[in-house]
């Protein structure tokens, strides 16, 4: 794995920039898991019955963001960029022949917007909505720094599988 060159959180800060220095150290986490594996490593599934993959879990973390950030925060109405129209399955984890320069560039490019959404916000307090729920951005922001994290830590035992390396 490569060098850490994660950014640590402040420990006294205001709450958006708590929240947003803790969301950013998980996506940078991911990122240092997947950090020097090749298409092959980058797609090795933990274990049968598991579709879960590193590759899979980069998808997985552009269309959450995409979905929380850009759809209800936002009001937008973007589409899953790996479903297909009309399905309701999801295809992140469909990686057999995904690829990887693109899985990283969208998921890249979903974590930009979703930095300028939070930073456009007048208040953590602004909300958004999906179906009949109501979300503000505070509660938005915590939900991605679990969501990160949770998968994280799929992350670190996948990696482990592929070549050993552990860590935090």
Not at 84 to 105: I, K, L, N, Q, R
Not at 149 to 167: C, F, K, M, P, Q
């Amino acid at each position: 794995m490569s060098q850490d060159h994660r950014i640590p959180t402040p420990r006294t800060a205001d709450e958006r920039t708590t929240l947003t220095a803790m969301l950013q150290f998980q996506r940078d986490t991911l990122a240092m898991k997947c950090a020097g594996l090749t298409a092959e490593q980058l797609r090795t599934r933990a274990t049968a019955p598991s579709g879960l993959s590193l590759l899979g879990l980069v998808r997985h973390a552009a269309e959450v963001e995409r979905g929380w950030f850009r759809n209800i925060v936002n009001g937008e109405r973007t589409r899953s960029r790996w479903t297909p129209p009309g399905s309701t399955d999801w295809a992140d984890f469909d990686v057999d022949d995904a690829d990887v320069d693109e899985a990283f560039a969208v998921w890249h490019e979903e974590c930009a917007r979703a930095r300028e959404i939070v930073a456009a916000a007048p208040s953590l307090d602004v909300t958004g909505s999906h179906g009949d729920e109501t979300y503000s951005l505070r509660y938005v922001l915590a939900h991605m720094i679990e969501e990160y994290a949770r998968h994280n830590g799929h992350a670190d035992l996948l990696r482990e599988r592929i070549d050993g390396t552990t860590g935090e």
